[in-house]
């Protein structure tokens, strides 16, 4: 896809034909060719992700002299993904601007981006974590471009995760017998839940990230007791989807849901472990399994 914005030239006309005159000259004078990659606002942002869309005016300078084969840019939003810090289903990033030392007029120099979790969240400077800049924000994967926010503290955007990413903090590993497949889900490295199915994967990677986001946090990957009692088990199995099949049978040190097409033909059985796993959550492991192998 282009992303070499030419810089746009004077309209023809003026006293010399070129259209320069004494109000013009200064105006036209050091306009840059620009990047689609180096946005500079919401709306030019959303204009990188097809740059086929992209117009002169809300984006850096080129770097690279017109270059694209080349540039460092191109290359680093294939090479050099920005992972979002956040273990949650969105979240809002706050823009700031950088004003140069003793600046009195003039815009801002440059650009500080903060992942936050939402409009209540104002400590987000105090913490751990390192400012995005725009080139950042448009090595995001995973996540779809949200609404912009204003408010009282400033201006931002949301990010919307999906299920092309898995939950941060939540390590996946596979494990493959000529026989089953076991999926394994830790977190701060405890098991919370594992899948196990028969043969060779047929599901996508998405039904793992699924999975992923309904896990608890670190402070409920532990070895005690799950909180559901099995009289919740109907409110936490979802509906039939054709042959498809999800039952959820409450124990009392896990949670197992089996997904069986048919009568017998079992396709799935995730477990599920520790005192984080509540009826919201569980439910949600259930949906996933179902909606991604009734797709398979």
Not at 34 to 61: K, M, N
Not at 73 to 78: D, F, P, Q, T
Request: charged share 25%.
């Amino acid at each position: 896809m282009p992303i070499f914005l030419r810089a746009p030239e004077a309209p023809a006309g003026g006293p010399d034909g070129k259209g320069w005159n004494r109000l013009s000259l200064n105006a036209h004078m050091g306009l840059l060719n620009q990047c689609a990659l180096r946005p500079r606002r919401w709306g030019a942002l959303l204009e990188s992700h097809d740059t086929r869309r992209a117009r002169w005016g809300g984006f850096g300078p080129c770097i690279n002299r017109g270059d694209c084969e080349h540039c460092p840019m191109r290359r680093a939003l294939h090479d050099m993904w920005t992972l979002v810090p956040v273990n949650a289903p969105r979240v809002l990033v706050r823009c700031e601007p950088v004003f140069a030392p003793n600046t009195l007029f003039g815009g801002p120099d440059g650009w500080r981006l903060w992942v936050t979790t939402g409009p209540d969240d104002q400590d987000y400077r105090e913490r751990q974590r390192r400012p995005w800049s725009w080139e950042d924000a448009v090595r995001v994967r995973g996540w779809d471009l949200g609404r912009p926010h204003l408010d009282e503290h400033g201006e931002g955007f949301w990010l919307e995760r999906t299920t092309r990413v898995p939950a941060w903090g939540c390590a996946i590993t596979t494990r493959a017998w000529p026989s089953f497949t076991r999926h394994g889900f830790r977190v701060n490295r405890t098991r919370v839940a594992f899948l196990h199915h028969y043969g060779a994967c047929t599901h996508s990677e998405e039904l793992l990230n699924a999975i992923s986001h309904a896990c608890p946090g670190p402070d409920g990957a532990d070895e005690e007791r799950v909180p559901v009692q099995w009289w919740q088990a109907r409110e936490m199995t979802p509906q039939t989807s054709g042959a498809l099949r999800i039952g959820v049978d409450v124990r009392p040190m896990s949670v197992r849901i089996v997904a069986v097409e048919g009568i017998h033909d079992e396709r799935a059985r995730l477990t599920l472990t520790g005192s984080g796993w509540t009826t919201d959550r569980v439910r949600a492991a259930a949906e996933a399994l179902r909606a991604h192998l009734a797709d398979h």
